[in-house]
C-alpha cells in the first residue's frame, strides 16, 4: 500500500477536476493553509493533510463541469458506458490497494473495505448495461396523426455528498448512474475520508484522459460542512445527492427546496431484525452478529434492534451473549479481526453517551461497553460490542448511535412486533427472520414492514447494488443504485408529435380562426 501511497503523493489529485491540476495546491479563504488532517482510526497515525477546496476554487470548479456538460451530454450513452466500463476494470486493478486504503483510513475490516470497491465494480457493471437502456415509454395519443412519447435527459451537475462509513462506494453508486445518464459530477468526500476518494479520482484518471473525456465531468472538492453548504445553496448544482446523517439531510432539504432544486437523501438508519418463535436460528445468528457489529456498528444498515418472541427470548439471549464472547476486537487489517475502531474520538464519546443514556432509560447491559486501552489500541477508538434490555423502545433506542449497540426487545404477537419495528423515526432496514409463510408475508405486506428494505431470513445489513436502496421517514426517501434509480439523475420530457394535417385540441377542444 506504501506504493499506491507514494503514486497518490507524485501524482497529486487535490482539489479540482478530472486531473486536478488545475486547482492543485489550494490555500484556504484565509491565506494559510488550512489542512485537512487524515488520522487513521487504526492506529492513530497522521495519513495525510489535504488542501480544503477554497471558494474561489470551487467556482472554477462548477464552471469547468458546466462546460463540460455541454460536451459530454452529447456523447452516446453506450460511448458514454463504455468509458464506465473501463474504469470497473481500472478499480479491479487496483482492488487490493483501494480496499486496503478504504479499511486503514475508514477502520472497516479488510474484507469490508475490499467489499466496497467490489461495489464500484459491481456498478460500474450495472451502469453499462444500463447505459443502453435509459427507456422512455410509448402512449396512444387521442389525437389523430398524433404520436406521444417520452425521454429522459440529463439534469446538467450532479453533487455528490458522502458520508465516512462508506467513503468510496456510495460516490460510485451516484456518479457511474449519473455519468452513463449524460451528467457531470461534482463529489465532496466525508471530511473524516478524504484519501480514498483522492485516490478513486487518482484511479479513473487514466480512463478519462485516455478517451479524451473533457475537465470537468468527474470533479473532486474537499471540505466539511461548509463545502457541502456551497452544493445545496448553488443553483448550478441539478441535484444534489447527500449521504450522511439525518441531521445533514434536513440542513440540505430545506436549502436545495428553498431554491426548488432536487435532491436525493440517503440519511440514517435503525434496523431492526425480528425474531419469531419460527426462526431459524442457526442462520439468525451470525446475522444478527454480523448485522450489529459489521463495521463496528457504523453501517446505515447496521442491526441496531432485536424484537424477540417471548418463547425464545432467553434462548436468543444466552446465543448472543456466547457469540459475542467470541468477538476479536483489533486491527482490522489483520484478517482474523471481527471488530475494528469507530472512526474517531468524537464517536467513542457518542458511544459512551449512549451506555449512560441505556441505564438512565432502565435498560441492563447484558454486554457492558467498554473503550479498549493497551498495547493495538493507542488510537483510542477501539471499543467492546454492547448488548442492552431494553424494557420498552426508549428515546435512546428511537435515536441512532453509530457504534455497536445492539437492543433487545420482547413481543407477544406479531402485530406488536411490527408496530416495534416501524415504531421509530428511521425507516432504512428492516428484517424477519422466520419459517412461518403467514408471518413472512404479514411482515412484507403493505402492514408490515415500513422500511425501503425488508428482509426475510436474512439480516439487515449488505445489500446488493441490482436493487433500489435507500429508505423512508427521517432515512430521506432516496434510491440509489439498481432497479430504476436512474431517473433520479435525468429529467423526463413528454414529447407530443403531430405528423397530420390538421390541428385537432385534446379534450375535444375546438377553436377555429
Ligand atoms: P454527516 O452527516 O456528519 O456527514 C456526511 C456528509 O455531509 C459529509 O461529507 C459532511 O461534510 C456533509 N455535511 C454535514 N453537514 C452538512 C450540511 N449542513 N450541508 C451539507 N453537507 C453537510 O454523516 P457521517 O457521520 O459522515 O455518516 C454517518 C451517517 O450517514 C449515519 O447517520 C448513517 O446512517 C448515514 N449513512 C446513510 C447511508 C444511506 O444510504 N442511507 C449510507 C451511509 C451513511
Request: proline share 4%; charged share 20%.
Amino acid at each position: 500500500m506504501q506504493q499506491f501511497l507514494q503514486k497518490l503523493k507524485t501524482q497529486p489529485v487535490m482539489s479540482g477536476t478530472s486531473t486536478g491540476q488545475a486547482f492543485w495546491h489550494a490555500t484556504a479563504a484565509d491565506g494559510t493553509d488550512s489542512l485537512l488532517d487524515s488520522y487513521s482510526p487504526v492506529d492513530g497515525q497522521l495519513m495525510a493533510r489535504v488542501y480544503p477546496t477554497v471558494r474561489e476554487d470551487y467556482d472554477k470548479v462548477v464552471e469547468t463541469a458546466r462546460a463540460a456538460f455541454l460536451t459530454w451530454r452529447a456523447v452516446p450513452a453506450p460511448r458514454r458506458g463504455e468509458i464506465v466500463r473501463q474504469m470497473g476494470e481500472q478499480f479491479r486493478q487496483y482492488k487490493k490497494e483501494l480496499g486496503t486504503l478504504v479499511s486503514y483510513e475508514m477502520g472497516k475490516s479488510l474484507q469490508e473495505g475490499m467489499g466496497e470497491v467490489q461495489e464500484i465494480i459491481d456498478i460500474c457493471d450495472f451502469a453499462v448495461g444500463q447505459s443502453r437502456q435509459l427507456y422512455g415509454l410509448t402512449m396512444h395519443s387521442e389525437r389523430p396523426d398524433h404520436r406521444m412519447y417520452e425521454q429522459w435527459h440529463p439534469l446538467g451537475v450532479v453533487g455528490i455528498i458522502t458520508a465516512f462509513n462508506f467513503p468510496v462506494a456510495v460516490w460510485s453508486w451516484n456518479a457511474m448512474l449519473a455519468w452513463v445518464c449524460g451528467n457531470v459530477c461534482i463529489w465532496k468526500p466525508s471530511e473524516k475520508t478524504p484519501l480514498t476518494a483522492l485516490a478513486c479520482q487518482q484511479i479513473i484518471k487514466e480512463v478519462l484522459e485516455q478517451n479524451d473525456v473533457p475537465e470537468g465531468v468527474s470533479c473532486l472538492i474537499t471540505g466539511g460542512r461548509d463545502t457541502g453548504t456551497w452544493l445545496a445553496e448553488d443553483p448550478r448544482i441539478a441535484l444534489v445527492s447527500a449521504t450522511g446523517s439525518t441531521r445533514m439531510g434536513k440542513a440540505v432539504a430545506q436549502t436545495v427546496s428553498a431554491r426548488l432544486g432536487r435532491y436525493l437523501l440517503e440519511l440514517g438508519g435503525n434496523n431492526a431484525i425480528i425474531l419469531t418463535a419460527h426462526a431459524d436460528l442457526n442462520i439468525a445468528i451470525p446475522a444478527i452478529v454480523f448485522g450489529a457489529v459489521g463495521t463496528a456498528g457504523q453501517r446505515c444498515t447496521s442491526t441496531r434492534r432485536l424484537i424477540i418472541h417471548e418463547s425464545i427470548y432467553e434462548d436468543v439471549k444466552n446465543r448472543l451473549v456466547k457469540a459475542y464472547g467470541q468477538l476479536r476486537i483489533g486491527n482490522p487489517l489483520d484478517e482474523n479481526t471481527h471488530v475494528g475502531p469507530l472512526i474517531d474520538q468524537a464517536a467513542v464519546a457518542g458511544y459512551q453517551a449512549a451506555l449512560f443514556q441505556i441505564k438512565e432509560q432502565g435498560g441492563r447491559l447484558l454486554i457492558d461497553g467498554e473503550v479498549l486501552e493497551g498495547p493495538g489500541f493507542e488510537s483510542g477508538c477501539y471499543v467492546r460490542p454492547a448488548i442492552a434490555e431494553m424494557p420498552a423502545q426508549t428515546a435512546i433506542v428511537q435515536h441512532e448511535t453509530f457504534a455497536p449497540i445492539l437492543y433487545l426487545l420482547k413481543y407477544g404477537t406479531l402485530d406488536e412486533a411490527i408496530e416495534l419495528q416501524n415504531g421509530v423515526p428511521q425507516g432504512l432496514s428492516s428484517a424477519i427472520f422466520t419459517l412461518n409463510m403467514r408471518e413472512a408475508e404479514q411482515f412484507l405486506s403493505t402492514a408490515g414492514s415500513d422500511c425501503g428494505i425488508a428482509n426475510v431470513n436474512i439480516g439487515t445489513s449488505g445489500a446488493e447494488i441490482g436493487g433500489a436502496f435507500g429508505g423512508e421517514k427521517e432515512t430521506g426517501g432516496g434510491r440509489e443504485s439498481g432497479s430504476d434509480a436512474w431517473k433520479a439523475y435525468m429529467r423526463r420530457q413528454t414529447n407530443t408529435i403531430n405528423y397530420g394535417t390538421s390541428l385537432p385540441l385534446a379534450q375535444g377542444i375546438r377553436f377555429e380562426l
